[in-house]
């Protein structure tokens, strides 16, 4: 049995008992701060629903969706849907914005509205399936597979890790921020004089708290991939296989608190810092300057100075043309007694594909070198 609350005076996070799979990331560093089983495979119930989100976000982002786009609820989602689980209580003919679907999938995590924007975006359920997969591949979530867009019990065909989910939240908030804040972290909504109430456990009790989503299915347990803001720091957490929603409630609290007492954020780069150069392959110059698209910061308990080292790692030569700001190599950051972790460094120039002078010029260079 999980600890009592009544035991946990301080932030803390959760222990093996209490959840098997946990995961602390800051996302403002890419710093992992805490971890068990981040690798795991298991069944995320509507926590797969954060997927069918990212997704919806990218078709608005690049306009193959509009927040005041209609879809019909027909007789065959209806059969289906109407009703299943948590639900907008789509009615069969219903006829639904986009904008609606997004908020019933985030707040309330509608069952009936995943299925409705689903099929409406992509024609059919199975093509929006085929479209999550391809866009996890797309993100690096290898170890995972959807084969619903709502996360319903589908005989172990979706399936998860902690470091997956990690990335896809990353994703949905540092590549659609303006969506993000729209559509997550509400506490309720309301639709057809239906008001439900989000089951988020941090809202409105840990500070900067505001998201991303709730599962649970008898199969899968009690889950969460949740998210705080303090000061511009952001940490992600993900659990997996908490007993009960209070015990899943009390922990992800614990757990998010406990990251942002007991780590303090240290900056080694500021935004744009040359870091070194890489090798170009035919272009107009030989060496591209590589820079920080962000700040590099590192996590580090509070009193200690642990020695730091990094490197950079690129697969060279970059072959030209390589854009300004292009993103083409790895700040790799080691920091004793924890994760490493990588940052994204991009080109702080563009580098032209080489005209035949310099193809030869180049290469007696090469040479001679």
């Known amino acids: 049995m999980a600890t009592p609350a009544a035991l946990h005076a301080d932030p803390a996070p959760p222990t093996e008992a209490e959840a098997p799979i946990a995961l602390l990331v800051d996302i403002s560093s890419g710093q992992t701060l805490h971890s068990r089983e981040m690798d795991r495979r298991f069944l995320p119930a509507s926590v797969t629903k954060v997927m069918t989100t990212y997704l919806a976000f990218e078709m608005l982002a690049d306009g193959r969706l509009k927040p005041d786009q209609t879809f019909t609820f027909g007789p065959d989602l209806a059969k289906d849907w109407r009703g299943t689980g948590s ?25 009936d509205g995943a299925a409705l924007l689903a099929q409406g975006a992509a024609g059919s ?4 399936v085929t479209l999550m997969n391809r ?23 979706t399936f998860v890790t902690a470091h997956d989910l990690a990335l896809l939240a990353k994703a949905l908030i540092d590549r659609h921020p303006q969506l993000y804040a729209r559509y997550i972290g509400k506490r309720g909504y309301s639709f057809n004089g239906i008001t439900q109430a989000n089951h988020d456990p941090m809202l409105g009790k840990v500070p900067g708290a505001d998201g991303i989503k709730t599962g649970f299915t008898r199969e899968a347990g009690y889950n969460f991939l949740g998210s705080a803001q303090r000061e511009g720091r952001r940490l992600v957490i993900v659990l997996a296989g908490t007993e009960s929603g209070p015990e899943r409630a009390r922990i992800a609290r614990d757990y998010i608190e ?37 700040p590099v910061l590192a996590d580090i308990p509070p009193g200690l100075k ?18 300004a700001g292009q993103e083409v190599a790895e700040l790799e950051v080691r920091i004793d ?25 180049n290469a007696v260079l090469g040479w001679l070198s």
Do not use: C
């Open 337 to 361: 007694g924890m994760s490493p972790y990588r940052v994204p460094l991009e080109a702080a120039s563009a580098v032209d594909k080489a005209n035949p002078l310099e193809r030869m010029i």
């Open 258 to 294: 406990w990251g942002f007492a007991a780590f303090v954020p240290h900056q080694i780069f500021q935004a744009g810092s040359t870091i070194g150069t890489a090798q170009v392959q035919d272009g107009s110059a030989s060496t591209v300057a590589l820079r920080t698209a962000r």
């Open 306 to 323: 642990p020695r730091i080292t990094m490197s950079l790692h690129y697969r060279g030569p970059i072959a030209a043309p390589i854009a």
């Open 125 to 128: 359920l199975d093509n929006w």
């Open 135 to 157: 866009t996890a591949s797309r993100l690096g979530m290898y170890d995972s597979h959807f084969g619903t867009p709502n996360g319903w019990p589908d005989e172990g065909r």
């Open 87 to 111: 639900s907008l209580f789509l009615k069969e003919g219903d006829t639904v914005t986009v904008d609606t679907l997004i908020h019933g999938i985030t707040t309330v995590s509608a069952n």
